[in-house]
């Protein structure tokens, strides 16, 4: 059983590593990107609401994440445990999660932030060619997660669940690091 949050900015990994972590001890990965860019794709009213944001690097607005985030946090295989990627995005939204948490009487065990140069961010996010990954969206992507993403760090340090773990290495290596923790 883990219940594992991944924090880091864009570009850091995260989706990746998470998922691999997931797969292998076989909890649900809970990604709120994924789940929002379906929504698009599909053109649902979560989606609709969603896609302006997104395409303009934004945080979609709080209400939107935490309704999603709390009704897959509700479905019976989240019982064995899970891992968080791309949710809480800012304080709101943790303080949010705490309550949410509270209520189902779980509690997660780590948070692992993933940390990586801007450099090396920038440079890899133009690599991976989604469709928020123009140089002009990433710059905003970067700039929100300093000003409302980053201040996690220390919501989570102060509350000594926090592990930083060096994202620029090879895959592998961070991967290894990761099965280490969990
Ligand atoms: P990601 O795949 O995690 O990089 O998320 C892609 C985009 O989805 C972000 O740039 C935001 O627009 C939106 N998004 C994902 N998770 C959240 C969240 N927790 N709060 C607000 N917006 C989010």
């Not at 999603?68 to 809480?88: M, N």
């Not at 669940?161 to 690091?177: F, I, R």
């Amino acid at each position: 059983m883990a219940r594992l949050i991944f924090l880091g900015p864009p570009g850091a990994g995260k989706g990746t590593q998470s998922k691999v972590l997931a797969d292998s001890h076989l909890i649900p990965h809970i990604s709120t990107g994924e789940i929002l860019r379906e929504a698009v794709t599909g053109q649902t009213p979560l989606g609709m609401k969603a896609q302006r944001y997104m395409e303009r690097g934004e945080l979609v607005p709080d209400q939107l994440v935490v309704d999603l985030i709390q009704e897959r946090l509700d479905k019976p295989d989240t019982q064995s445990g899970w891992i968080l990627d791309g949710f809480p995005r800012n304080v709101i939204q943790a303080q949010i999660l705490d309550f949410i948490l509270s209520k189902l009487s779980h509690d997660y065990d780590r948070v692992i932030n993933l940390d990586v140069p801007d450099e090396t961010l920038v440079a890899r996010l133009l690599s991976r060619g989604r469709k928020d990954d123009n140089e002009e969206v990433i710059r905003r992507r970067l700039e929100v997660y300093r000003d409302q993403t980053a201040p996690l760090i220390s919501y989570y340090e102060s509350r000594e669940k926090l592990v930083t773990v060096d994202g620029n290495q090879s895959m592998e290596a961070v991967s290894s690091a990761l099965n280490n923790l969990a």
